[in-house]
Structures are given as structure tokens and as C-alpha cells.
């Protein structure tokens, strides 16, 4: 601790306050302490994180430098270049980390160690919207082996929808919640909301658990993921209200269940509505039949309830109907 | 290295059309032999050009329309998107590779992932007359054994040229987006349906 009083002077109250948040930060302590304020480090060496001692040297010449070097412009390569900083262990083990989320380690402190990246995000969400895709792809062919008289199409649409949903919620939600934690806490960044950076990273992660689940998207994958989500966010919300603190948490499990049951209903729904997906105005009907298009339930079919629970899906896709 | 002067001459500003041409075709079918026996060399690399993956994604996009008309909802992708999907993923994986630290160009890199689609290609053609015999579940096995050594040959022919371009310790991490992108084409052309 004498040499971090001597070299940190500027920043001896934010070594304090770590400290104070992260009681088992002793043994990588000395990153976290001589961190700059802002979370996004210049990656001044490599991207090993265990080896305290190389740690020390840099940290050191990072905050000595501090004052001299400026962090690159985001106009330039470099500033990106730095979250990317990552290797393929490191990466590995933050999905191990959001695979099994334990209440006492928090992901950012104990598996980010205040470095997010942006490789796990990005390609943990591009590689979800794509399995979506395929899956719901894999349910239509299999429904159509079962019941013939299903008409399938590959339904390349869903990849765009899957996609910006995906990438939506992990980039507009975190927003949210780095504005709210942020506005909460005031303007004292010290006291530990993450930056947004961070939540990104925490958010991204968190979604990985469904890729493999992604069959069942269960109760179970969404149980995993929400747990990894609360567990990184309490201890910045222990300190404030329970009521604030009760809310939160529960707006944040709230959308992850309901991104979870929107992918479920939307792209595993076992019946597609794709069997009248030809508007009524292309069938082989002869004109003389055609009724007026709000209306083609009254049409004589066979079965009259399944053409207008079917005309109903066809109208509106997106929303669940439960197979009866 | 004579022809090699000769061609930083002006003299190809007056040769004619045909000349010009045929350089240009034989230096794309000669990148197509590189792909088709990958060898760890580096034409692609050294001499690339981003003539051979427009070819190839225009061929691609195109055998993956659908006649019909009822295509518009639920169908299958469009030109556009199979476009899209081509050519903004080649630029996410050059983007991701370079952020990570690799030394290789941004088109050196565009036309290696442009250039090793062929087998896919090559894949497509044969789904295609495949498609035309009796539908079944030999029809579909056999299109699925040819996607799959298809979409095996692309990931060797494209790490063949790009892996020594990528730092020792984060080499999956480059390598994993190329995996997704050619399965993600190998998707679309396995779940083609005329």
C-alpha cells in the first residue's frame, strides 16, 4: 500500500473507495487501484492480467504517463484497437464466468478486472441472431416432416428481425441502465457504477448461455443468464434504496425474460403462419367466391375455424397464439 | 519481369479491349486454382483483386433466387441480402481481424474471403442440378455431404492464407467469425428450395 500512496496521489480517495467495494481485491488490487478515470485503458502491454508484477510496471507507467499522453481521439484505429485487446483464453473464460454466475464474485471485478472488451459482445450476439435463425428454420422442417401439408420456405427474414433485436437489446438496454445507474449515483463515478462500456460487455456475455440452450430456451438458460446479470449488478444498487434497488433488479430479469419468450414465440412457434401466406387475392379461387378481404373466414372451407385462426396469424405474425 | 515492366508501362492504355481482358480473367481463373488446391502461398495476397469475389457473389446471389412469385414474405433471401451478407461480413471480418492485431491489409484481406466462396459456389451448381432430380431423402443427403465438404474446403483454403497474418494467441479468435460467415452461407444454400 506505501508504494500505491506515493505513485497515486491523484487518485488516493478512488483507491479507497475500490478497495472498500471490493473486499477480495487483494490479490489484483494494484490494476484496479491505478486504473485512469475513465474505464477505457490504453492497453499499454499485453493482455496478460495474472502476472502482478509485470502489472505493477506498467500500471505505474500508466498513471505516470497519465498526465503526459492523452488516450487516442475516437476518430483514430488505436482507441478501438483497445477493446479488442483481448486473447483467446481471456475470452473463453469470461463465457466460462457468465456461464456459472456465483453471488459473490461479480463478473465486471472479478472476470472483466475493469478491461471490457467488445470481441465477446459483438460476436456472441452475431452468433445468436444466426443459431435463431437457424433454429426456427430447423422447427419449420421438422414440422413439415411431421404434417406434410405445411408449406415450408427458408424465411430469410427472421435473420434480419433476429438480428436487430439482438443487437438492440444489447446495446440500447445497457444504455438504459448506465444513464440510470449513472443518474442515481450522482456524479461520483468513483463510487463504482461501471462504465458503459462495461455493462455492454456484462450484457453481451450474459447472452452467450442461450446459444447452446437455444432448443429448449428455457426457464433454465434464462434463470443462468439473469442470475450472471443480477449478481454483476448488486453491489452498485446495494447502496441505494430497496425500493430503487428492488425495481432495477426486477426491470432487468423483466426484459430478459421477455426477449426470451418474444425469441420463443417468434421463431419456434410450431405452426407458421406461412400456410395461407399467399394473401387471399392469389389463391385459385374463382373470382366469383372471393369475398371481400376482411372477411374470409365466411369462404366454405372444410374447416372454417382453422382458415380464420390462420388468417388471424397471418395478420399478425409476431404476436403468440397458443396452438389449442 | 519483363512483362512485369511492361506493365507499369502506358503501353496498356493502347492495347486493345481483348487484351485487357484476358489479363484480367487469367489472373482471377489463376486465384481460382489457388483456392481449389490451397497451398500455403501468397498470389492471393500479393496480387489481389476484388474482380474474382464480385463474380463469384454475383453468381452466388443470383442461383439463390427463386422463381416464384410468392417469395416476398417468407421466402427466400433476396439479391440484396445475400449481397449484404457477402460482402458486410468479408468487411466485419477484416475489421475484426485488423482490431485484433493482425498485419494484413484490408482488401488483401477482402479478396482471400471473396476468393475462397468459390467452393461454395461450386456447392450451389451442384444443389442446383441435384434439386432437379426427385425430391427425397437421398436428394437431401447428398446435398448435405456436398455443402459440408464445400464449407470444410472454404475454411481450409481461407485460414491456408490467413493465419499467418494473425497474432500466435489469438488466432481463434480471428478465425471463429470466418467459421460463422461460410456457415452461414452454407445455410442458405442448403435450405434452398426451387
Same mark, same amino acid.
Given at each position: 500500500m506505501a508504494a500505491a500512496d506515493e505513485l497515486a496521489f491523484h487518485e488516493f480517495e478512488e483507491a479507497t473507495n475500490l478497495l472498500a467495494e471490493t473486499?477480495?481485491?487483494?490479490?489484483?488490487?494494484r490494476s484496479e487501484q491505478l486504473?485512469?478515470?475513465? #474505464?477505457?485503458?490504453?492497453? !499499454?502491454?499485453?493482455?496478460?492480467?495474472?502476472g502482478a508484477e509485470d502489472e505493477v510496471e506498467e500500471s505505474d507507467k500508466t498513471a505516470l504517463l497519465q498526465e503526459e499522453k492523452q488516450q487516442p481521439?475516437?476518430?483514430?484505429?488505436g482507441y478501438y484497437q483497445s477493446f479488442f485487446d483481448v486473447d483467446t483464453w481471456q475470452v473463453l473464460d469470461r463465457i466460462r464466468g457468465s456461464l456459472l454466475p456465483r453471488p459473490g464474485h461479480n463478473f465486471v471485478r472479478h472476470r472483466l478486472r475493469n478491461r471490457p472488451d467488445l470481441y465477446g459482445p459483438f460476436w456472441i450476439c452475431a452468433t445468436l441472431a444466426f443459431v435463431l435463425a437457424i433454429t426456427g428454420n430447423l422447427t419449420l422442417l421438422l414440422a413439415q416432416r411431421r404434417d406434410p401439408s405445411i408449406h415450408y420456405s427458408p424465411q430469410f427474414h427472421k435473420v434480419t428481425v433476429a438480428g436487430v433485436t439482438i443487437y438492440c437489446y444489447a446495446w440500447l438496454v445497457p444504455l438504459a441502465l448506465w444513464g440510470f445507474l449513472r443518474w442515481r449515483q450522482g456524479v461520483r463515478e468513483r463510487l463504482g457504477p461501471y462504465t458503459f462500456l462495461e455493462t455492454v460487455c456484462v450484457y453481451g456475455y450474459s447472452l452467450f448461455v442461450f446459444i447452446p440452450t437455444v432448443w429448449l430456451f428455457g426457464v433454465l438458460a434464462l434463470a443462468l443468464s439473469a442470475a450472471g446479470l443480477v449478481f454483476t449488478l448488486w453491489p452498485v444498487v446495494r447502496e441505494d434504496t430497496r425500493l430503487a434497488a428492488a425495481v432495477l433488479l426486477s426491470v432487468v430479469v423483466l426484459l430478459h425474460a421477455l426477449l426470451a419468450l418474444g425469441c420463443k414465440f417468434y421463431f419456434?412457434?410450431?405452426?407458421?403462419?406461412? #400456410?395461407?401466406?399467399?394473401?387471399?387475392?392469389?389463391?385459385?379461387?374463382p373470382p366469383s367466391i372471393?369475398?371481400?378481404?376482411?372477411?374470409?373466414?365466411? !369462404?366454405?372451407?372444410?374447416d372454417g375455424q382453422s382458415l380464420q385462426a390462420q388468417h388471424e396469424r397471418t395478420l399478425l405474425p409476431a404476436l403468440p397464439t397458443l396452438r389449442p | 519481369m519483363r512483362s512485369r515492366i511492361r506493365e507499369f508501362d502506358s503501353s496498356t492504355l493502347n492495347e486493345s479491349v481483348q487484351n485487357t481482358i484476358m489479363r484480367d480473367l487469367k489472373a482471377v481463373g489463376k486465384k481460382f486454382m489457388h483456392v481449389l488446391y490451397p497451398?500455403?502461398?501468397?498470389t492471393l495476397l500479393r496480387d489481389w483483386d476484388l474482380w474474382g469475389p464480385l463474380i463469384l457473389c454475383v453468381t452466388l446471389a443470383l442461383m439463390l433466387q427463386?422463381?416464384?412469385?410468392?417469395?416476398?414474405?417468407?421466402?427466400?433471401?433476396q439479391f440484396a441480402e445475400v449481397f449484404v451478407i457477402v460482402w458486410f461480413g468479408a468487411v466485419t471480418i477484416t475489421l475484426n481481424s485488423k482490431l485484433l492485431?493482425?498485419?494484413?491489409s484490408f482488401f488483401q484481406s477482402l479478396c482471400v474471403l471473396g476468393y475462397c466462396i468459390l467452393p461454395l459456389t461450386v456447392a450451389m451448381l451442384v444443389c442446383r442440378l441435384v434439386l432437379l432430380a426427385e425430391p427425397g431423402p437421398i436428394n437431401f443427403m447428398v446435398r448435405l455431404f456436398v455443402v459440408i465438404v464445400m464449407f470444410a474446403w472454404s475454411i481450409i483454403a481461407s485460414t491456408a492464407f490467413l493465419?499467418?497474418?494473425?497474432p500466435p494467441n489469438r488466432k481463434a479468435l480471428a478465425v471463429y467469425p470466418v467459421f460463422l460467415f461460410y456457415f452461414v452461407i452454407s445455410w442458405m444454400i442448403l435450405t434452398f428450395t426451387p
Open positions: 473486499p477480495e481485491a487483494a490479490t489484483t488490487s486504473t485512469p478515470q475513465g #474505464h477505457v485503458a490504453v492497453a !499499454v502491454g499485453s493482455g496478460d492480467s495474472y481521439g475516437f476518430w483514430t484505429f419456434f412457434q410450431p405452426l407458421p403462419p406461412a #400456410h395461407v401466406a399467399p394473401p387471399p387475392r392469389a389463391t385459385a379461387l372471393l369475398l371481400p378481404p376482411t372477411s374470409p373466414w365466411s !369462404v366454405a372451407t372444410p | 497451398r500455403k502461398s501468397n427463386r422463381g416464384s412469385v410468392d417469395s416476398e414474405k417468407d421466402g427466400g433471401p492485431g493482425g498485419n494484413i493465419a499467418d497474418s494473425q
